[in-house]
């Protein structure tokens, strides 16, 4: 192992940066040239490659976003993209590459693998969604979680001053792990996810419970699961039901901006490490994570065709608390 690239791909998480530097920084430690390819796939196709030194990584760590830039190449979904990656990899030398990312990421991965003898490739799990299998955390979650709590207590006060519901609509793709901890440490008084049937029914019993017991305001925290924007609907179902005064907030790409919090820069810290870690150690089609505290490296194809579950400990107490 000579010289290795790092790229981000998918959406940004707070957190990328982190990683990038620690990758560097070990890389550079152990005599590795290290490239950045700018643009994830996309820039991977067109062989976009830069060199990373330790200038390029300074006062980065606090960032937000990621200073490779990203993209959802849809290219990369076709045999003749990846096969056109697969020759700028070789162009540019690279033994093995680091790719900072999701599910998408990863899936992108193992079709290239499958598709083409290339170099060694290392996952990053990175995503807000927090939905990689594999590992405990993704970094960017913590971040926009927290983003996600501060916009809950913004809306509480508001909340409790005009007696109103409020449906607050959280990113978090297919999967529910932003919308349960942002519900339980906003103190939410019910939740929608997609791993739990949703009924209009129970969403309005369970808020007219909570207006018998004395409380004059609510607030929904949905996950907008298969259908960003699910959240208008359900309000409007519970709102005629209950017939009181709510209001919808959609936190969007919020939650992906910002300073990466203490936990997603060691998380990233950690990971872009021990990313360079595996690719000396001659591993390669898997992907780094935390697993309780040990790193671990799982497999590209079961991070994403394995479903990692919500913490059911949180899902057995959250009924409990919201009452
Ligand atoms: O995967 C991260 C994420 O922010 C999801 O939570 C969200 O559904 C999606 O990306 C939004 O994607 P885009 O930035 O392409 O609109």
């Not at 003898?117 to 990053?124: I, P, Q, R, S």
């Not at 960017?140 to 607050?168: K, M, P, Y």
């Not at 949703?198 to 925290?221: L, N, Q």
């Not at 505290?293 to 579950?309: A, G, V």
């Amino acid at each position: 192992m000579k010289r290795i690239g790092i790229l981000t791909s998918g959406g940004d998480a707070p957190g990328m940066n982190a990683c990038i530097r620690a990758a560097v920084r070990t890389a550079l430690a152990n005599d590795l040239a290290v490239v950045g390819i700018r643009r994830g796939y996309t820039g991977l196709i067109a062989g976009d490659a830069t060199p990373l030194d330790r200038k390029a990584i300074r006062n980065t760590i606090h960032l937000g976003g990621t200073i490779l830039e990203t993209s959802r190449s849809r290219d990369f979904y076709t045999q003749e993209g990846r096969l056109k990656a697969a020759a700028a990899i070789d162009r540019m030398g690279l033994d093995g590459i680091i790719l900072i990312g999701g599910e998408g990421t990863f899936h992108g991965a193992s079709l290239l693998a499958a598709d083409a003898d290339t170099a060694a490739l290392v996952g990053v799990p990175a995503s807000i969604d927090n939905d990689v299998y594999g590992t405990d955390y993704c970094i960017g979650f913590d971040t926009a979680a927290n983003c996600a709590v501060e916009a809950i207590d913004r809306i509480r006060d508001t909340a409790r001053s005009h007696d109103r519901l409020f449906f607050i609509e959280v990113m978090g793709r297919t999967a529910g792990f932003l919308a349960l901890e942002s519900g339980i440490a906003g103190g939410a008084e019910e939740l929608v996810i997609p791993e739990e049937e949703v009924s209009v029914d129970r969403i309005s019993e369970r808020i007219k419970k909570g207006f018998t017991i004395g409380k004059k305001s609510a607030i929904v925290v949905v996950a907008e699961g298969k259908r960003p924007g699910i959240s208008f609907e359900i309000a409007r179902e519970v709102g005629e039901n209950l017939n009181f005064d709510s209001r919808v907030v959609v936190l969007g790409h919020l939650q992906r901006g910002g300073p990466p919090t203490l936990r997603d820069r060691v998380l990233g810290s950690l990971l872009g490490f021990a990313a360079v870690e595996a690719l000396m150690d001659g591993r390669s089609g898997c992907m780094v994570g935390e697993v309780g505290r040990d790193l671990t490296c799982t497999p590209l194809e079961e991070t994403w065709q394995k479903k990692k579950p919500l913490d059911k400990n949180l899902l057995r107490i959250f009924p409990f608390l919201s009452e």
